[in-house]
């Protein structure tokens, strides 16, 4: 059995219901081995990467393996592709599974296995990884949604944090009406909706339904020729883009934008001097085509916004 070095702190990825669980089950085995409730801090990618690590002992889960986080003392839980070979940290890897799954595998070791964790955990995998044969796909993806729709922090408060008030929580009911109806209405109506962004990169305009299942499916039927899609969303006081592709792409794009990710299915916070959607395709278009003529007032704009944003 792995021995886990004790943390100050335990990081996870807010952005998604994997990150909920892994995060939640890492609090939950440092209490099992330490007594302790050590606090858990929350970040989307662009944030994480900015933080400084100055913890002698962490854990960290749903981020990449980086060379930051190579230290002695440090866990790392995580199912994202990585070149970075540790000497330092202990890494718990796999890519076929979900950071829940990973993270709810040190729990069993040491005790703290139950039937309901068990389906909790087997519909967060389903979701994370898209498996779309699996028979409970639809419904992994409602518990999913709660995340997206509810947002990380509010469902944690409204379990208490603890887990397994999601089974069979009453909101599900809302996400299995939204799947039902909004998705097929938004499906057919972002497919007359997608604008090019550069040769590869098309903005698909969403107004309803689950943004990542329309997303899918618009790359899954063939409906549009780019061969990665972003859809771009403003909340509180920054504008995110969702990448998603079929054959790998979605990462390299994010990562030009300090995002993150999976391969096919990638993120990243646009830069503070973005402050709307608008700006956002302005921005997009910029960096993915330099070369390309742009109005000189918004090119003025945004190189104005992007300064005060640096000084700000």
């Known amino acids: 059995m792995l021995t886990l070095p004790k943390p100050q702190v ?5 952005s998604d219901l994997d990150g909920l669980v892994a995060g939640l089950l ?8 330490y007594g302790e409730t050590v606090p858990l801090e929350a970040y989307h990618y662009n944030f994480w990467k900015q933080r400084e690590l100055r913890e002698r002992a962490a854990w960290v889960t749903d981020f990449t393996f980086e060379t930051r986080l190579d230290k002695m003392d440090w866990l790392v839980v995580d199912h994202h592709v990585t070149e970075i070979v540790p000497k330092h940290a202990h890494l718990h890897h ?17 005790g703290l296995g139950s039937p309901a964790l068990d389906r909790l955990v087997h519909l967060n995998n389903v979701a994370d990884l898209f498996l779309e ?9 409602d518990y999913a949604g709660l995340v997206k729709i509810y947002q990380f922090w509010n469902l944690h408060t409204l379990i208490e944090g603890e887990l397994e008030k999601l089974i069979d929580h009453p909101l599900l009911e809302v996400m299995a009406v939204k799947r039902r109806v909004e998705d097929p209405i938004g499906y057919e109506w972002s497919k007359k909706n997608i604008t090019e962004i550069s040769p590869t990169l098309g903005l698909v305009d969403t107004i309803i339904g689950n943004n990542n299942l329309v997303v899918h499916q618009l790359l899954e039927r063939g409906a549009t020729k780019y061969p990665v ?3 771009l969303f403003k909340r509180a006081t920054a504008v995110f883009a969702s990448f998603r592709s079929r054959n790998g ?16 299915a990638a993120g990243a916070i646009l830069p503070k001097s973005v402050r709307n959607v608008p700006d956002g ?3 997009l278009r910029l960096t993915l085509n330099p070369k390309r003529e742009m109005p000189l007032n918004n090119l003025e704009s945004l190189f104005a916004g992007i300064e005060a944003g640096k000084n700000g």
Not at 10 to 14: D, G, S, V, Y
Not at 253 to 261: D, M, N, S, T, V
């Open 26 to 33: 890492l609090q939950r085995l440092a209490k099992q081995l």
């Open 10 to 14: 335990i990081f996870t990825h807010e």
């Open 281 to 283: 395709v302005d921005f």
């Open 94 to 110: 796999d890519l076929n599974k979900s950071a829940g799954q990973l993270c709810y595998e040190l729990c069993q070791q040491n």
């Open 249 to 264: 792409e979605a990462l390299k794009i994010a990562e030009k934008f300090q995002g993150g990710g999976h391969a096919n």
């Open 133 to 141: 044969d699996d028979p409970d796909f639809a419904l992994a993806g």
């Open 229 to 231: 899609l972003v859809t």
